[in-house]
């Protein structure tokens, strides 16, 4: 059965789209530490990141790379964090977080509830500023 996230990489489920290509798919977390949090995911489902090939790796670490400069220029912020989880869903994926301060990388942190619009906005702006 396929993971949630291989259905909203494949259209099954809608998803805020900021950037995409063949082999990835990088999206806004429907429930944000803060705006312009993004998931970067092989389209390929695996489980553990660090079960990709290593060329594989690199080039979902290159991918994540140019969304996260796309998230800059887009979400006023110092820095994008990243951050590799993985337990909360069996797929692959990075956390990308615009930063004002380390504690937007709190995951414990209460999450925001943005409108669909302002979501959608987001996405596109990200989506636009998207360099390969």
Partial sequence: MASIFSKIASGEIPSYCCAADDEF????????????????????EVDYLFDLSD??????QVFAAHVARAIRQVIPCVKVGQAV???????AHIHLIPLQSERDMLFS????????DEMQRIADDIRAAFRP
Wanted: no cysteine; net charge positive; glycine share 4%.
């Fill in 25 to 44: 798919y990088a999206f806004l977390d429907i429930n944000p530490l803060v705006k312009g949090h993004t998931l970067v995911i092989p389209r390929r």
């Fill in 55 to 60: 060329d594989e790796l690199a080039r979902l």
């Fill in 85 to 91: 989880l993985g337990l909360e869903v069996p797929h």
């Fill in 109 to 116: 942190n209460p999450k925001l509830q943005l409108p669909a």
